[in-house]
């Protein structure tokens, strides 16, 4: 992505819609006069009078528990350095959406008008009645150090400058578990540490809360290596400064064991990583350059482990590991600090989580078949959906066992059923999916290039880096719009079924559409001609293999798209008719809702069929199934046509799959209540499950459900899904956003990933002049 583009596109994110990231939202019921009564005047004065009566109370009847400061005076940003305040905002709005997203702790972000450290301190310090915790973000050393150990001692919430413990925190979880991989002693290893900031130097004190030994260090800064002789060290960094000046980075590294780079890029040469000691670890954490490239490291040396920053190479350092679930932890038990106890907590629950099974989630975010403990993998991904679970309660009994807690948890393995259900675990599946989609992108046709906004997302796909767009359309009309707009298309195929360039692949595809439909109904010149249309060309090209996915139906009828892709494409094997899902992602988890575009009404053997094929579908998502047959009886309450075919339907999905869970006929709100349906349906398969599938009686009730929930309840919704074709063929709502048609690539591309197998007629295809113009623009790509 050229720079002006990235530009463009970050601050149309930020200011689109509300501007900024994060809104305040109310918990509670605000709709009605009473409600208000109750909210404010009159009703208000009970919790402040038990509050005044009792100070702890104001964890019970107000938010405070479950609320973050992210503070900052925007004096060391992102790299960006002193910018102020004002333009750290963005940067902190960011912070608290992880937080969020995380772990579920609601967070203010307050930007501070102040560089003196002290005065500093004591602004923060008075808004301690208001927040659980403080997280210190950017503010620049040697200042970070004092106003970090000053808040902790003049406060009694938990405070910590995450830009110093957090990446000692991660990086020590995965120094234990390389060091253990390559059989060495933490406290005999000699240290290279390069870059002794607040980040550094925190890392370096951790180390020895894990028993490194502080001779084992040599450590360099901007101005060379820490010595004896230097009179700007500090206390901080005194006892790691070696006697003599003359050491080099290079003379350093020479049979070092441990070297840690958190300063600047390509400082680090391969030779210096093979001077190192036997069985090496380098954690070259410069972002977004590391101080060695992994590739040069690993061909370096072949027994090296090696870590960066980054999230496209094996092992990384990433702060979003550690900083949301430690604080969960240290609010949940209204900790009064995060003390060295706790930090040491989150290192061994990281470190332990790495060696155990890894969820097949995981394995599909990252593309892989079976991720384990070893040189690649020495702490856990950031999308591993137990980091919460295990750092958290870790945390918890750190603090409550080192005297800092002022609660306690009665009862574990509930506390962790709760931080698993604050969030759900299948909320992360669009980071999952677009993960996985990064790690093997596939050739994704857009049939209706000469529109905005296919063109948009088609160059956030090839950016991203998740798909490889191909656009149909006509070259000089694509061009001028994506001109106008700033797109940049460099390195993306535009095809016109039109041109006369495309003569001999049409003749080509047509033969082929010929020799499938010449007995029904189409004639040879027909199938010729109609493969100017661009959803049939397109059609074609994934059945021929020249392309591994078909996106269309932005700008035509539903049906107009379904032809081609039946006509071409055609159903799997078992399957005899289509149906279309849609993915809810609701703040209950996904929700699979089917069918909701194809079948106007099904028989019940034709539910039965739709309901295995959308179980299949999520099983692709690495989800277990727990799917509702809806209707308006429950259990036979009603004797209607409908009931009926819902309940046969039921009976004949469990004939064919009898380990799947699904029940029905049932109402939808007797589906989600879970005390509901115990209390009176116990014999239900559904009883204490979480439903994540809806089948809809009709397509009507499906239609409506899926229109209400998205326009009414706020769910973001990706579809229609086309189940049941050979290839991936998805269609397109009628005025779909860009962010829709994103996500839609994305669905189509872990689409193509399962169903892309070697094509007959794909070896026709390799030979033929088109071909090879083809290879010859997307050869770079």
């Given at each position: 992505m050229n720079k002006e583009t990235r530009r463009s596109q970050a601050l149309e994110y930020h200011a689109k819609g509300k501007p900024g990231k994060i809104e305040v939202v109310p918990t509670k019921e605000a709709k009605t006069?009473?409600?208000?009564?109750?909210?404010?005047?009159?009703?208000?004065?009970?919790?402040?009078?038990?509050?005044?009566?009792?100070?702890?109370?104001?964890?019970?009847?107000?938010?405070?528990?479950?609320?973050?400061?992210?503070?900052?005076?925007?004096?060391?940003?992102?790299?960006?350095?002193?910018?102020?305040?004002?333009?750290?905002?963005?940067?902190?709005?960011?912070?608290?959406?992880?937080?969020?997203?995380?772990?579920?702790?609601?967070?203010?972000?307050?930007?501070?008008?102040?560089?003196?450290?002290?005065?500093?301190?004591?602004?923060?310090?008075?808004?301690?009645?208001?927040?659980?915790?403080?997280?210190?973000?950017?503010?620049?050393?040697?200042?970070?150090?004092?106003?970090?150990?000053?808040?902790?001692?003049?406060?009694?919430?938990?405070?910590?400058?995450?830009?110093?413990?957090?990446?000692?925190?991660?990086?020590?979880?995965?120094?234990?578990?390389?060091?253990?991989?390559?059989?060495?002693?933490?406290?005999?290893?000699?240290?290279?540490?390069?870059?002794?900031?607040?980040?550094?130097?925190?890392?370096?004190?951790?180390?020895?809360?894990?028993?490194?030994?502080?001779?084992?260090?040599?450590?360099?800064?901007?101005?060379?290596?820490?010595?004896?002789?230097?009179?700007?060290?500090?206390?901080?960094?005194?006892?790691?400064?070696?006697?003599?000046?003359?050491?080099?980075?290079?003379?350093?590294?020479?049979?070092?064991?441990?070297?840690?780079?958190?300063?600047?890029?390509?400082?680090?040469?391969?030779?210096?990583?093979?001077?190192?000691?036997?069985?090496?670890?380098?954690?070259?954490?410069?972002?977004?350059?590391?101080?060695?490239?992994?590739?040069?490291?690993?061909?370096?040396?072949?027994?090296?482990?090696?870590?960066?920053?980054?999230?496209?190479?094996?092992?990384?350092?990433?702060?979003?590991?550690?900083?949301?679930?430690?604080?969960?932890?240290?609010?949940?038990?209204?900790?009064?600090?995060?003390?060295?106890?706790?930090?040491?907590?989150?290192?061994?629950?990281?470190?332990?989580?790495?060696?155990?099974?890894?969820?097949?989630?995981?394995?599909?975010?990252?593309?892989?078949?079976?991720?384990?403990?070893?040189?690649?993998?020495?702490?856990?991904?950031?999308?591993?959906?137990?980091?919460?679970?295990?750092?958290?309660?870790?945390?918890a009994k750190a603090a409550i066992e080192s005297g800092v807690a002022t609660t306690t948890i009665p009862n574990w393995e509930a506390y962790e059923v709760e931080l698993n259900r604050r969030l759900g675990l299948d909320n992360q599946l669009m980071r999952v999916i677009g993960s996985k989609a990064r790690r093997d992108p596939k050739r994704v046709v857009y049939a209706e290039a000469d529109n905005l906004k296919i063109l948009k997302a088609a160059q956030i796909a090839f950016e991203e880096g998740v798909a490889y767009p191909i656009l149909?359309?006509?070259?000089?009309?694509?061009?001028?719009?994506?001109?106008?707009?700033?797109?940049?298309?460099?390195?993306?195929?535009?095809?016109?079924?039109?041109?006369d360039e495309q003569e001999e692949k049409r003749r080509f595809y047509g033969q082929l559409l010929f020799q499938k439909r010449q007995r029904k109904g189409l004639n040879k010149y027909e199938s010729y001609k109609i493969m100017k249309d661009r959803n049939y060309f397109g059609c074609m090209m994934v059945e021929t293999g020249d392309a591994d996915a078909m996106i269309s139906g932005l700008t035509r009828n539903y049906d107009e798209t379904i032809r081609p892709a039946l006509q071409v494409i055609g159903t799997e094997e078992s399957v005899k008719k289509i149906a279309g899902m849609y993915l809810l992602l609701t703040k209950k988890g996904p929700i699979?809702?089917?069918?909701?575009?194809?079948?106007?009404?099904?028989?019940?053997?034709?539910?039965?069929?739709?309901?295995?094929?959308?179980?299949?579908?999520?099983?692709?998502?690495?989800?277990?199934?727990?799917?509702?047959?809806?209707?308006?009886?429950?259990f036979g309450s009603s004797a209607s046509p409908e009931a009926k075919l819902v309940a046969e339907a039921r009976k004949m999905v469990k004939e064919r799959n009898p380990s799947l869970i699904v029940d029905g006929e049932m109402q939808a709100s007797i589906a989600f209540n879970k005390e509901i349906l115990k209390d009176n349906y116990p014999f239900s398969e559904l009883v204490d499950k979480d439903v994540n599938t809806l089948i809809f009686p009709n397509l009507a009730a499906g239609n409506i459900a899926y229109n209400l929930l998205k326009e009414v309840g706020g769910a973001d919704a990706i579809g229609p899904i086309l189940m049941g074709l050979k290839k991936p063929v998805h269609v397109l709502q009628l005025g779909s956003s860009v962010r829709s048609i994103f996500n839609m690539t994305l669905i189509a591309v872990i689409d193509a990933q399962i169903k892309c197998i070697k094509n007959p007629t794909a070896e026709i295809v390799t030979k033929s002049k088109w071909w090879k113009r083809f290879q010859k623009v997307t050869k770079d790509m």
């Open positions: 006069q009473r409600d208000l009564s109750l909210a404010y005047s009159p009703g208000v004065a009970e919790p402040c009078n038990e509050i005044a009566a009792n100070r702890e109370n104001v964890y019970t009847y107000t938010a405070k528990g479950n609320l973050v400061g992210v503070i900052t005076n925007g004096t060391a940003v992102l790299g960006l350095g002193d910018i102020g305040p004002e333009a750290s905002k963005p940067v902190m709005e960011g912070k608290a959406v992880l937080f969020k997203i995380f772990a579920d702790i609601d967070v203010f972000d307050i930007e501070i008008n102040e560089k003196d450290p002290e005065k500093f301190v004591q602004i923060v310090k008075a808004l301690e009645p208001t927040f659980g915790g403080i997280n210190l973000e950017d503010i620049k050393a040697p200042e970070c150090f004092y106003i970090e150990k000053e808040l902790r001692k003049q406060m009694n919430i938990p405070v910590m400058h995450d830009d110093q413990h957090g990446t000692a925190i991660i990086s020590s979880a995965a120094l234990l578990n390389a060091l253990e991989l390559q059989k060495k002693k933490i406290d005999k290893v000699r240290f290279v540490i390069n870059g002794a900031g607040a980040a550094a130097m925190a890392c370096i004190k951790l180390y020895v809360s894990l028993g490194a030994l502080h001779e084992n260090f040599i450590v360099f800064d901007k101005d060379g290596v820490l010595h004896a002789g230097r009179t700007d060290l500090g206390a901080d960094k005194t006892p790691f400064a070696v006697k003599s000046a003359d050491w080099t980075l290079e003379k350093a590294m020479k049979d070092a064991d441990v070297f840690l780079g958190l300063s600047v890029g390509n400082v680090v040469t391969p030779e210096m990583v093979q001077s190192m000691g036997k069985n090496p670890i380098v954690f070259a954490m410069a972002n977004p350059d590391p101080e060695i490239t992994y590739d040069k490291a690993v061909a370096a040396r072949k027994d090296i482990i090696m870590a960066t920053g980054r999230s496209d190479y094996p092992n990384q350092v990433n702060n979003v590991l550690g900083f949301p679930f430690i604080f969960r932890g240290a609010l949940d038990v209204r900790a009064t600090q995060i003390n060295e106890a706790m930090k040491l907590a989150a290192v061994h629950a990281l470190a332990d989580l790495a060696k155990t099974p890894v969820p097949d989630i995981v394995n599909l975010a990252y593309n892989e078949k079976n991720i384990s403990f070893g040189p690649t993998y020495i702490i856990p991904k950031p999308l591993d959906p137990r980091l919460l679970s295990s750092i958290a309660p870790a945390v149909l359309g006509n070259e000089e009309k694509i061009r001028s719009i994506a001109e106008k707009n700033q797109i940049e298309l460099e390195g993306i195929p535009i095809i016109d079924p039109r041109s699979f809702m089917a069918d909701t575009t194809v079948n106007f009404n099904p028989t019940a053997g034709e539910l039965a069929e739709i309901t295995l094929m959308v179980a299949k579908e999520v099983r692709n998502f690495n989800l277990t199934p727990r799917i509702a047959m809806l209707s308006y009886s429950n």
